[in-house]
């Protein structure tokens, strides 16, 4: 009679044995769908909690309908701007400074919304979810298909599962922009890899209106570009036919389109209101319960944020951040994922670093680095892949009620 772990161990390779023997998009399917009726289920559950720690209308409204859940804290702006678009005069709080609103959050979301209601008839509540869930379906593809041309179809597979059942995925499914970012996000990348620059182009522009953080992609880019020109500069024939002046060209316009439309929000912000500084004056709204009121210094928010809270042993463990991580993606079996992606989420960790605050919305600020799921060093180890299972599932229903009830998620 063979023993319980054996049994479990032969349970879970039959599993996979089966999920690995359909097709490729049936495998993703199978697994975004599952991922959604395991969130689903954690948020049904933690709704009613809610509920009773929050009656006074805290974090949805006049209505405690579930829907209304799926589409509390951030999802409650989005709604406004969908509705009503930005206030062309900025809120002010008792002592002057600029309080929280809309113009903290891109339109690209908020207007699809708008889109799909008007067209439909549907009502905020179902639409904006359900924009959420087709754009983080097409995201699964995308990223499976991202890994997989670079790390091969097992690590493509386990950093979808990762990425629509682990510990965040909940976000894939509620009225955020995450998923419609991630899909431009991985799309975009995409794209790059296969030289497509007017799609890359297009993509890196919705997505800079979508989340911040767009950024990274063109800087990704010129990452991408000027290696690929100095390793032909330095090739004995010092010919660049491999480079064409006329690519090189497209690489220009496409990185500077991506970056005036990176840059173009701030602006946008300041010519309505009537004010310079409206957007940044409208994030840094958000830091006072954190740091207090400060001066807006890049690269400096995680240093004043861990120097509060946990003092020099704070700052010695940002410090060992900037290196650890790195290191890491410099290591060669990250190297595998492919020189794109490697330098992606280094220019992506490197904006969240630059720019925000550690605190609770930062675990989805990273869900981009989900190509990193990928990585051979973290899936070819069995014990490896189990832990991180384990972790995956047992961290959305923690992380589900952390966010939800303390917030915002």
Sequence with gaps: MPSAPSSLAS????????????????????????GRLLSSSWLAIVYPLAGRAMPDNAIWGNDHGFLRFLTAWDGQYYEQISLHGYPTVLPLDSAGHVAQNAWAFLPAFPFAIRFLTVWTGMTFEVAAPLIALAAGLVAAFLLHKLVRDRAGDAAALWAVFFFTCGPLSFLLQVGYAESV?????????????????????????????????????????????????????????????????????????????????????????????????????????WWVNFIGRVQFVPLSPWFLTTAKWLGVGGVLIVIGLLVAYPVWLTRRSTRKLGSTTVLFSGAYALYVFAVSLPMASTPRLLMPLAPLFGSPELVAKPWMRWTLVTCALAGQPVLIAVLWLLGPP
């Design 11 to 34: 349970g879970r390779r039959r599993v996979l044995d089966v999920v690995t023997s359909l097709p490729v998009w049936a495998t993703v399917v199978l697994v975004w769908f599952g």
């Design 181 to 285: 970012f991630l899909a431009l996000t991985f799309g975009a990348l995409l794209a790059m890899e296969h030289r497509r620059y007017g799609l890359l182009t297009v993509l890196g522009v919705v997505a800079a209106f979508t989340r911040p953080g767009a950024l990274a992609i063109p800087l990704t880019l010129g990452v991408v570009a000027l290696v690929r020109w100095i390793r032909l500069r330095r090739s004995a024939d010092r010919v660049l036919d491999g480079f064409p002046l006329r690519e090189q060209v497209r690489v220009v316009v496409a990185g500077g389109v991506m970056v005036l439309a990176g840059l173009a929000w701030p602006v946008i912000a300041s010519h309505v209101t009537g004010r310079p500084d409206a957007y940044l004056a409208t994030e840094m709204s």
